[in-house]
């Protein structure tokens, strides 16, 4: 801003300039280096290094955020994923709405996990463009999906196949400790320290981990049958039809008898109570980028370590609109 004076009255007015950032002491250009700076450093560490104050480079970054989502416009998804995240312990959660097919989040609220904090979403989508979705993937919270029954009857509603598989793995997870509370003395070696070793994808292991983990299902069989089917069940998401799928699973459930595998039957028995939403994974007008909710969860992990002892939740909204819009 400068002081300029009033030809009709004479007075001295401030006058706006566009160039300045919301800070009158910073160009906008230098704002938004500097929200460039802090997509992937902290705020500290941008501080430190343009010898600014702390809270200076916070405004500077949360200006920048706010250009990015202004120029991104209002969105009106077809699918839309939804997932919560944790902002602090004691189990305070805020859901993160994205857009599954231009790839990025386009809300972040609520108070909990609960059907009044998902109806705010829809609510402030509006009723129009809530007509307008075809799919909708989240994990098999009961509260999400009955709002989005009520919102948007319209969708199609699937369920994320990597919550199921984490299902899958704590089922795995569970069989590992029982083995091991059942063994005693050097039989509990193999199983020792080897809970990763187990639940990574094999093509993920390093050399010394696939050794070990050959050790470890040559020498326990239960351990060895729970991993086989664990890794068999992933076939489940390539099939194209539903009743090829149904038939698979039909019979990997069947493979479960007699292998007193308590945990899995119980994940066998939630598959089958939420069928519909899993077998929506078969229909080609489903098929959407899964992979990115995963990937923008791991982001979003990232930055809150980042920024870790910042109860800004403003910040965090912003921050998580903006981690996957383009540089300005």
């Not at 199609?156 to 299902?167: E, G, Q, V």
Request: aromatic letters at 12%.
């Amino acid at each position: 801003m400068r002081r300029v004076a009033c030809r009709a009255c004479g007075t001295v007015k401030r006058e706006r300039l566009d160039l300045l950032a919301d800070n009158p002491r910073f160009t906008k250009r230098f704002a938004f280096y500097v929200g460039r700076r802090c997509r992937q450093a902290s705020i500290r560490d941008v501080a430190k290094e343009l010898k600014l104050d702390w809270d200076t480079v916070k405004t500077l970054e949360m200006q920048y955020m706010r250009a990015q989502l202004e120029r991104a416009g209002t969105p009106g998804p077809k699918a839309i994923g939804i997932d919560e995240i944790s902002v602090r312990k004691g189990h305070s959660y805020r859901i993160v709405v994205s857009d599954l097919v231009r790839r990025r989040p386009i809300w972040f609220g609520g108070d909990d996990r609960s059907e009044a904090s998902m109806a705010q979403f829809y609510a402030w989508l509006g009723f129009k463009k809530s007509g307008k979705i075809k799919l909708v993937v989240m994990d098999m919270w009961k509260p999400f999906r009955n709002v989005t029954r009520s919102k948007a009857p319209q969708a199609a509603i699937l369920f994320d196949k990597f919550h199921i598989m984490r299902h899958l793995g704590e089922a795995l997870d569970k069989v590992r400790k029982a083995e091991y509370a059942r063994l005693s003395g050097k039989d509990r070696r193999f199983i020792k320290g080897q809970k990763y070793t187990l639940l990574s994808r094999h093509e993920n292991l390093t050399l010394d981990g696939k050794r070990s983990l050959e050790l470890l299902l040559a020498a326990n069989k239960r351990l060895n049958t729970a991993y086989l089917l664990k890794e068999a069940f992933g076939q489940l998401w390539g099939y194209r039809r539903e009743g090829w799928a149904r038939r698979f699973f039909d019979n990997w459930r069947a493979s479960l008898k007699w292998q007193r595998l308590k945990p899995y039957e119980r994940f066998a028995d939630m598959i089958d109570r939420h069928w519909d939403g899993i077998a929506a994974y078969c229909k080609p007008e489903n098929k959407v980028s899964l992979g990115f909710v995963e990937g923008l969860n791991n982001k979003i992990r990232v930055f809150q370590r980042r920024a870790y002892g910042l109860h800004d939740e403003e910040y965090l909204r912003l921050k998580v609109l903006s981690c996957m819009l383009p540089p300005l």
